[in-house]
Nanobody
Framework: QVQLVESGGGLVQAGSSLRLSCAAS????????MGWFRQAPGKEREFVAV????????LYADSVKGRFTISRDNAKNTAYLQMNSLKPEDTAVYYC??????????????WGQGIQVTVSS
């Protein structure tokens, strides 16, 4: 069993940066891929980024590539999403998830409660 808690969201202006954290409890964190997804108002939840349990591989959605960086610290049971050059279209509820490597939601067994990120223009 893994429990995930996101933090670090908020309201920022376009062009700013935020770092989201995802604190995990449970012994399986270090062997789980960690993903970030987001859901904007009126839209379906979409993939943002994923990092392999070893940290050796990362994938990003095209919309965030070059601006967002996913990382993890297995010693702290925490995953991160560094978001730079934020745009209004990045406004969404961001979710972290733990599970198998992949970009689809069904690959993930555990989900955080979500955290709001709002980018003003």
């Amino acid at each position: 069993q893994v429990q995930l808690v996101e933090s670090g969201g908020g309201l920022v202006q376009a062009g700013s940066s935020l770092r989201l954290s995802c604190a995990a409890s449970g012994r399986t964190f270090s062997r789980a891929a960690m993903g970030w997804f987001r859901q904007a108002p009126g839209k379906e939840r979409e993939f943002v980024a994923v990092i392999h349990w070893s940290g050796s591989s990362r994938l990003y959605a095209d919309s965030v590539k070059g601006r967002f960086t996913i990382s993890r610290d297995n010693a702290k049971n925490t995953a991160y999403l560094q978001m730079n050059s934020l745009k209004p279209e990045d406004t969404a509820v961001y979710y972290c998830a733990a599970g198998d490597w992949g970009t689809t939601q069904r690959r993930y067994d555990y989900w955080g409660q979500g955290i709001q990120v709002t980018v003003s223009s």
